[in-house]
């Protein structure tokens, strides 16, 4: 097991809701991405956090938020979701920015957006 | 746009073949290119990396060779098992705000 974890394993929204989904990264580790990855397709970069600031962003529209805790926890927050956001959504943590730094994935939260 | 195209998009070797896994990437401002291994129902694992000044990186089974002028790089699964099957990703990072990007994933399965 990596130590990341995230909650909840499961979810059904409705288009134009919104949802925050929740990580819990390594002890330590001060930088979290999250990524979203759709059926059969790569994680496509949403937004990395570092020490409570974002540090980049991927192509996805200001609707996906963001939050960094001092406690290791993060949230992603999807606001008006629509049909598309339906995927699974990964978070890593890492120790630092070094792109040597490993990232360790969580096992996602497979999103249902009807 | 920034891409990595990766191919095949699924492989079936026979057990104590050689799996092999092609990327090829757009951007030269990438300077880290790690594989990534998933199987169902957990998250992507980091496999194996390497950086763009080498050109060949070996991890037990696991080889990367790296084409730097081609820009493109591959991964060698020597002496196959059927645990080896999983979805394969490749990826390129890089300091730029889009951080890393990820092929579209290779599925592996090996027969026994």
Redesign the interface.
Same mark, same amino acid.
């Given at each position: 097991e990596?130590g *990341?974890t995230q909650s909840p394993t499961h979810l059904i929204k409705t288009r134009g809701q919104q949802v925050t989904l929740r990580c819990s990264s390594q002890s330590g580790h001060n930088t979290v991405?999250w990524y979203q990855q759709a059926l059969? $397709?790569? %994680? $496509? @970069?949403i937004f $990395?956090y570092y020490r409570e600031e974002e540090n980049?962003? /991927?192509?996805f529209p200001p609707r996906f938020s963001g939050l960094q805790f001092p406690n290791y926890s993060s949230e992603l927050n999807v606001n008006a979701l629509e049909l598309d956001d339906s995927a699974l959504y990964?978070c890593?943590s890492s120790l630092g920015l070094a *792109?040597?730094d490993? $990232?360790y @994935? /969580? %096992?996602?939260t497979r999103l249902t957006v009807l | 746009q920034q891409q990595v195209k990766q191919s095949p998009q699924s492989l079936i070797v026979q057990k104590g073949g050689i799996s092999i896994i092609n990327c090829a990437y757009e951007n030269t401002a990438f300077d880290y290119f790690p594989w990534y291994q998933q199987f169902p129902g957990k998250g992507p694992a980091l496999l194996i990396a390497i950086r763009p000044d080498v050109s060949e990186k070996k991890e037990g089974r696991f080889t990367i060779s790296f084409n730097k002028s081609a820009k493109q790089f591959s991964l060698h699964i020597m002496d196959s098992q059927p645990g080896d099957s999983a979805t394969y990703f490749c990826a390129a990072e890089g300091s730029s705000a889009s951080k890393i990007i990820f092929g579209s994933g290779t599925r592996l399965s090996i027969r026994p």
């Open positions: 990596t *990341v991405s059969g $397709q790569g %994680p $496509q @970069f $990395q980049g962003r /991927g192509n990964l890593a *792109v040597t490993t $990232q @994935f /969580g %096992p996602g | -």
